[in-house]
Nanobody, 128 residues
Framework: QVHLVESGGGLVQAGGSLRLSCTTS????????MAWFRQAPGKEREFVAA????????????DYANAVKGRFTISRDNAKNTVYLQMNSLKPEDTAVYYCATSESSLLITRSSQADYWGQGTQVTVSS
């Protein structure tokens, strides 16, 4: 049974930073891609960032309205079974519950339907 636990969320002012962590148990993460998603109240869960199993390839949300590339950085430490999301220059529109996800596949996760396992989420609130 794969178990993911997120931490690091909280309340921060606009322009501030937070670092989220996701620790996985039940299997080593080194063979699987990892990703972060977020869900704001009343909205669908959306992709934020993904990292390949070896950490070499990363992919970020780039749509104009909700782009995170250049502000967020995803990374992983396979020895610690942990994936991180460093979030800088936070905006009020980044407010959401952030979820860590992984799958049974080694392919990069960019859609919710590709994830097989989810954490319980951590709340990020950015005040203006």
């Amino acid at each position: 049974q794969v178990h993911l636990v997120e931490s690091g969320g909280g309340l921060v002012q606009a322009g501030g930073s937070l670092r989220l962590s996701c620790t996985t148990s039940g299997r080593p993460i080194s063979s699987y891609s990892m990703a972060w998603f977020r869900q704001a109240p009343g909205k669908e869960r959306e992709f934020v960032a993904a990292v390949s199993r070896n950490g070499v390839s990363t992919y970020y949300r780039t749509d104009y309205a909700n782009a995170v590339k250049g502000r967020f950085t995803i990374s992983r430490d396979n020895a610690k079974n942990t994936v991180y999301l460093q979030m800088n220059s936070l905006k009020p529109e980044d407010t959401a519950v952030y979820y860590c996800a992984t799958s049974e596949s080694s392919l990069l996760i960019t859609r919710s339907s590709q994830a097989d396992y989810w954490g319980q989420g951590t709340q990020v609130t950015v005040s203006s």
